[in-house]
Each structure stands twice: as structure tokens, then as C-alpha cells.
């Protein structure tokens, strides 16, 4: 990857449909709850949503859901860096520990950014990037929409020309401090919309498949017919 410069307790927690705020210090965020929420919900809430996959998990989600079941621990998330951690700990009623270096370090935000003269159009960061921040068309050339790029880093290794460059954008702001619970908000309903797109994908292209095998197997006993009746006429 190229480098360019350098509880409150849970009872209190209600109304997914209100924006709630949680203490967690000084820039606590927003948050949204319901009456109805489960654990894994509420931990979700707290994360960034850079969809990133450091803590090592998929998404967001998949890794909310791995801390409330207890098969995660809750400082695994480097975007969100210590004071991530010490909000996750505050919600679960647990010690504030140190950020795992396993999974990365807190850092200034980066924003991915295309060397165009480079670019080959080969679409792989697009399928990459997990709240479609890249716009571009087949052997075209792409370009990040700034505004929409969560940092996440996954679109540098698929790139068979080097040509994508991660610029830190926030001086020396890290985790939450470069990073804004709109825009966190923000990046999970892009990134819900790409899931459930590529739900509807799928769906239609095994819809596609079944109706092709479906006709396949219709097909066949139809030309075999022709033959029996040659047979019997012999």
C-alpha cells in the first residue's frame, strides 16, 4: 500500500426511531436505540462503520455481533482507536484495556485516492469497496468520491497497477477525534444498501441459473423423441 505525506446502564438505552446520547466523555456521540434493541445492536451503534475488517471480522456488524456473543474481544477496532474501546467498555460494564495491536493502530483518517493517468479500469477496487465511495465504468477510468471514503484501506491490494494511494486527511486527529458519528451513521446506510443489493444480485442470478436448468431439463426428453420414433419404425 502506497503512503502519500505524511452505562449508563442499558435499561436507560431506548427509541431506535429517537437519536439518544450516551456519555462517554467529553465528544460523546450520538446514538441510536430501541426499546427492542439486543446487545449486539447497541455495540453496533458504537462502532464506526468503516466496514474496514481490522478487528477481523467482515463488517461492522459481523464483529457486533461476535463481542455480544463473547467470541470477540472489545478492542479490536482501530478506527475507533481508545476512545472506541472505552465507549465499548463503558456499554458492556467492562475495564477500558489498550487498543490490539494485532488488528492495526489508531491512525489520522485516510481517504483513498486514484492515480487516473494509472488506472485501468479494471473495476476490482469498486467490488472492493464496501460503501461504494468509487464511481467508474469497465476498462474506464475510476475516481473516490472524498466526501464518502470511510479509510477502510480494501481497495489497495486488489489493484494490479499500484495506482491507489491512502492521503491521511485529518492532520493529527485519530480515531473518533477524525471521525464524526454523522459520518459513521452515514457509512453504514451505504453500506446496508450495497448488502442488500447484492443480496437482490445474487437472488436474480440463481433465479437465472434455475430457469436455465429448468428449460435445460425440458429440452431434453423433447429431442429424444424423435430418435425413439426412428427406432420403432426400423
Not at 493517468?117 to 465504468?137: H, K, W
Not at 473516490?144 to 493529527?172: F, H, K, Q, R, Y
Request: hydrophobic letters at 35%.
Amino acid at each position: 500500500m502506497r503512503e502519500i505525506g505524511d452505562n449508563r446502564d442499558l435499561a436507560n438505552l431506548s427509541g431506535r426511531a429517537r437519536r439518544g446520547r450516551e456519555t462517554f466523555g467529553a465528544s460523546a456521540p450520538a446514538v441510536t436505540v430501541t426499546d427492542s434493541k439486543t446487545l449486539a445492536d447497541r455495540i453496533e451503534d458504537l462502532l464506526p462503520q468503516t466496514q474496514c475488517t481490522k478487528c477481523g471480522y467482515e463488517g461492522c456488524r459481523p464483529y457486533a455481533d461476535a463481542i455480544a456473543a463473547g467470541d470477540a474481544n472489545y478492542n479490536q477496532c482501530p478506527p475507533g482507536g481508545a476512545e472506541g474501546v472505552a465507549r465499548l467498555a463503558r456499554l458492556l460494564g467492562k475495564p477500558v484495556i489498550p487498543l490490539n495491536p494485532v488488528n492495526g493502530e489508531e491512525r489520522p483518517r485516510p481517504v483513498a485516492v486514484i492515480d487516473e493517468s494509472l488506472c485501468i479500469g479494471c473495476t476490482l477496487c469498486m467490488q472492493a469497496c464496501p460503501v461504494d465511495a468509487i464511481v467508474g465504468a469497465p476498462k474506464q477510468m475510476h475516481t473516490v468520491i472524498a466526501s464518502l471514503c470511510t479509510g477502510c484501506d480494501l481497495c489497495v491490494p486488489p489493484c494490479p497497477v499500484d495506482c491507489i494511494a491512502m492521503v491521511p486527511v485529518t492532520g493529527e486527529h485519530t480515531g473518533w477525534d477524525a471521525w464524526t458519528q454523522a459520518q459513521a451513521d452515514a457509512a453504514r446506510e451505504r453500506h446496508d444498501r450495497r448488502l442488500a443489493r447484492e443480496r437482490r444480485e445474487r437472488e436474480a442470478a440463481e433465479a437465472r441459473a434455475a430457469a436455465r436448468r429448468s428449460a435445460s431439463a425440458t429440452a431434453q426428453p423433447a429431442a429424444a423423441q424423435p430418435d425413439a420414433a426412428s427406432d420403432a419404425a426400423s
